[in-house]
């Protein structure tokens, strides 16, 4: 998409997409302890080697929270920009991870999704519990002709969304922007009540929901398809400490 996009400024777009992931960050901030990780401090601000792309890159964890991630990245000349906030949970409870992601490409592009932790084939107590209250949020969508869904090319991108992920682009005006606005509020707010309300998990399974939730953190970060556009853009070393950055990986030799 981004090699598709003529030159537009998005400043201002950027700006107020930028501002709902800070409202976003405020709710998780007054819920749970976080501290700065030092291992992506470098990625605070970062360029680009060739061109105007910039972005900002910072990372959290604390007691509650193994992962965090707020981040932007911008290229002005041709308007698109992308930031994050995804936060991994411990594994003291089982509560599906969050995942926020907003775009111009240069329609809005959004991204929102609870991140599974477990096998919704055979768990139906999990799926109820957590993906039927959003079932309805992501039909609507589908009905809305306002909005059209992204379907990724990559198999692993597709194989990790939830069938309720909202993975929708849609032109951007003011009803769009207030209805994704909305959304995001409402699917956050949701995932807190999840936190407040989870039961612990067994001391004996922890070890293992760790292990699957790092794997697919790292996998997820590894596989994104738009880690070649960040190779053009800022050179494969730096791409590399960038996708470990998402994962948590930076201090980790690669395998």
């Not at 609507?140 to 969304?161: M, P």
Request: hydrophobic share 40%; glycine share 4%.
């Amino acid at each position: 998409m981004l090699e598709q996009q003529p030159n537009v400024d998005s400043t201002a777009l950027f700006k107020q997409l930028w501002g709902w992931t800070n409202e976003l960050r405020q709710k998780i901030d007054a819920r749970f302890e976080l501290d700065p990780d030092p291992s992506t401090k470098n990625f605070q601000n970062y360029s680009a080697l060739i061109g105007e792309a910039h972005g900002s890159l910072n990372t959290f964890s604390g007691s509650e929270i193994d992962w965090l991630v707020h981040s932007w990245l911008r290229e002005p000349k041709s308007g698109f920009c992308n930031m994050h906030l995804t936060v991994w949970l411990k594994s003291q409870i089982r509560v599906p991870h969050l995942a926020v992601v907003f775009a111009t490409v240069p329609e809005l592009f959004f991204f929102i999704d609870y991140v599974p932790r477990t096998d919704l084939f055979t768990d139906l107590n999990y799926l109820d519990r957590y993906y039927e209250p959003v079932n309805q949020t992501y039909l609507g969508f589908l009905e809305d002709s306002r909005f059209q869904q992204y379907i990724s090319k990559t198999l692993y991108i597709r194989q990790v969304q939830s069938h309720t992920s909202l993975c929708y682009t849609s032109p951007v005006t003011e009803e769009t922007l207030a209805r994704v606005h909305t959304v995001a509020h409402e699917m956050i707010d949701r995932w807190l009540g999840w936190v407040d309300e989870a039961e612990p998990v067994a001391e004996s399974e922890r070890a293992a929901l760790s292990e699957r939730d790092l794997f697919v953190r790292r996998t997820v970060a590894e596989r994104d398809p738009d880690n070649q556009i960040a190779v053009r853009l800022f050179g494969a070393e730096m791409t590399d400490k960038l996708v470990r950055s998402l994962w948590g990986g930076v201090g980790v030799s690669p395998p």
